[in-house]
């Protein structure tokens, strides 16, 4: 089925299955047809977050951690998380993009960059917009954005 998704031409692959042994073998074998894919897997038992790494999987998500914090978020900031869950809900009203910042913004401050910057991926870390470190925009950042707008297909 893999290779009828034409896994090895693919940038990214995202695998959310019923059971973790099936989404360590779909890592395993989405890994072997193509080196350079980022995969994405979703596991139900924080055990088996290690093991989707070690096979080859770039991004690993606790699905149960994932729900049992929208729900707590919901108890506690009930405006926050319907934002979330619009966020969530790709379409239909505020949507996340990532792009890289521009050269003209190389040098300010993340919230001086052009949109709602929310946060800035440096390195691997993530920075809120109002952390000193966001302070100056280097090259190679990627700035997470958020938008009403439909945002071109592009190195996200």
Do not use: C, F, W
């Amino acid at each position: 089925m893999l290779r009828e998704a034409k896994i090895g031409s693919a940038r990214q692959v995202v695998i959310a299955v019923h059971r973790d042994d099936t989404a360590l073998l779909i890592t395993l074998t989405a890994r072997q047809l193509n080196p350079s894919v980022t995969i994405s897997a979703a596991v139900r038992e924080e055990e088996n977050r290690s093991l989707l790494l070690g096979s080859g999987a770039d991004h690993v998500v606790l699905s149960s951690d994932a729900a049992g914090q929208m729900l707590a978020i919901s108890a506690i900031r009930p405006a926050a998380a319907k934002v979330i869950a619009d966020l969530l809900g790709h379409g239909r009203s505020l949507d996340l993009y990532e792009r890289p910042a521009d050269e003209a913004e190389v040098g300010d401050p993340a919230r001086a960059a052009a949109g709602a910057v929310i946060a800035v991926l440096r390195g691997g870390k993530v920075l809120a917009p109002d952390d000193p470190r966001a302070a100056r925009l280097e090259k190679g950042d990627q700035l997470i954005m958020v938008s009403t707008r439909v945002r071109p297909a592009g190195p996200s």
